[in-house]
């Protein structure tokens, strides 16, 4: 019972008066209530000025750390969007043993910190990187853009592909499928090229290993995807048990330059959007 405790903390929304932010208790806050709770959560900055001004963004770390320690969690199903999936997952980790959550964290944390500095307003579907800790659920993390009404929703992984070769990285935009993502698949596909840009500038190559070898995919089996109401793309940053791609993941240099790749995306994307 107390490692559930611990885990319900790290999804109260800053600001808020303790509500859980799974899917059921998230409708308790209207979106007024939950937008002025994340610009509570984050005073730091002053968020008038600098070129994200008036921007929200939704940074997602994927999988938190200590999923595989609690596998009843983690595989409790989840609404993915027409149908349920997992909770979530462990995720991968170099062959040296660097997890997936660990890298997913130290990037977004670097993605959230420069975008904050740029003015805009961050939220992060988690605020921990612990053993003892599980989630946010697909679902929770799918709609964390929703009720704020962010700009768009980045979430952040690394593949764990054993194909001889496989490297680089891709971009995951939601398919054109009604009623879910019909109405984000064109703005997410935009975002999509964004980052795909941004991190092409930073010298990273776009997968080898995935179809279509341009760095894009598209899907309708992920409930990150799925259930987001506002511009989304999971990113795979690259191949975790690719050697080479290992050394540039666990150096800072290697997680900045993914950074500023993904920071790059984001602002390319936001300029051709009003703020509202
Ligand atoms: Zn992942």
């Known amino acids: 019972m107390r490692r559930r405790l611990a885990a319900v903390v790290l999804l109260v929304v800053p600001g808020s008066v303790g509500v859980g932010v799974h899917a059921s208790a998230r409708a308790d806050h209207g979106p007024l209530d939950a937008r002025h709770a994340v610009r509570q959560g984050s005073t730091a900055v002053d968020k008038s000025t600098g070129p994200l001004a008036g921007r929200v963004i939704v940074v997602d770390p994927g999988h938190q750390l200590g999923n595989h320690n609690f596998p009843a969690e983690i595989n409790r199903l989840v609404?993915?969007?027409?149908?349920?999936?997992?909770?979530?997952?462990?995720?991968?980790?170099?062959d040296g043993g660097y997890p997936e959550a660990t890298f997913a964290w130290q990037v977004s944390r670097l993605v959230a910190a420069r975008l904050r500095a740029l003015?805009?307003?961050v939220r992060m579907?988690?605020?921990?990187?612990?053993?003892?800790?599980?989630?946010?659920?697909?679902?929770?993390?799918g709609r964390a853009g929703n009720a704020i009404r962010a700009d768009l929703k980045i979430s952040v992984h690394a593949d764990g592909s054993y194909a001889a070769g496989a490297r680089g990285f891709h971009v995951i935009a939601p398919a054109d499928r009604a009623p879910w993502t019909d109405d984000i698949?064109?703005?997410?596909?935009?975002?999509?090229?964004?980052?795909?840009?941004?991190?092409?500038?930073?010298?990273?190559?776009?997968?080898?290993?995935?179809?279509?070898?341009?760095?894009?995919?598209?899907?309708?089996?992920?409930g990150t995807l799925n259930l987001s109401d506002v511009?989304?793309?999971?990113?795979?940053?690259?191949?975790?048990?690719?050697?080479?791609?290992?050394?540039?993941?666990?150096?800072?240099?290697?997680?900045?330059?993914?950074?500023?790749?993904?920071?790059?995306?984001?602002r390319a994307f936001t300029d051709r959007v009003p703020v509202s």
């Open 231 to 266: 511009p989304t793309v999971m990113v795979e940053l690259g191949n975790m048990r690719s050697a080479t791609e290992a050394r540039v993941m666990t150096s800072a240099d290697g997680r900045a330059r993914y950074a500023r790749g993904l920071v790059a995306g984001a």
């Open 119 to 121: 003015g805009a307003t």
């Open 125 to 141: 579907t988690r605020h921990a990187n612990r053993q003892d800790r599980w989630g946010p659920c697909v679902d929770a993390r």
């Open 185 to 222: 698949h064109d703005s997410s596909m935009r975002l999509a090229a964004s980052v795909r840009a941004g991190l092409e500038a930073q010298g990273f190559p776009v997968a080898n290993y995935v179809a279509g070898g341009d760095g894009l995919d598209v899907r309708s089996d992920l």
């Open 79 to 94: 609404p993915a969007g027409g149908f349920t999936k997992p909770c979530n997952t462990t995720g991968t980790a170099t």
